[in-house]
């Protein structure tokens, strides 16, 4: 069983920058796929990032290019870091990981608003 604890959400300015983090109870290296999406309310749970072992990296199409995932294998953590905040990157953010199943974080709000 892995288990997550999240933490970086918050409240910011359109423009601005936040980094989230997702520290896990296991070896990042043991973890075939980590990853982040997240949860608008009234919307479906949506993709935003995803890493694999073998070091291939998907993201959803409106955060290209302002968002990065990375991981601390010593710390065994993952990072989203993310920038130029728009209003509709409000969201709770769920880091994920699959070991023969996927586990879920207990998500992080992020605000968006000036």
């Known amino acids: 069983q892995v288990q997550f604890v999240e933490s970086g959400g918050g409240l910011v300015q359109p423009g601005g920058s936040l980094t989230l983090s997702c520290a896990a109870s296991?070896?990042?290296?043991?973890?075939?796929?980590v990853g982040w999406f997240r949860q608008a309310p009234g919307k479906q749970r949506d993709l935003v990032a995803t890493?694999?072992?073998?070091?291939?990296?998907v993201y959803g199409d409106s955060v290209k290019g302002r968002f990065t995932i990375s991981t601390n294998n010593v710390a065994n953590t993952i990072y989203l870091q993310m920038n130029s905040l728009r209003p509709e990157d409000t969201a709770v953010y769920y880091c994920?990981?699959?070991?023969?199943?996927?586990?879920w974080g207990q998500g992080t709000q992020v605000t968006v608003s000036s």
């Open positions: 994920f990981a699959t070991l023969g199943r996927t586990y």
């Open positions: 296991a070896s990042i290296g043991s973890l075939s796929v």
């Open positions: 890493l694999t072992s073998s070091g291939n990296v």
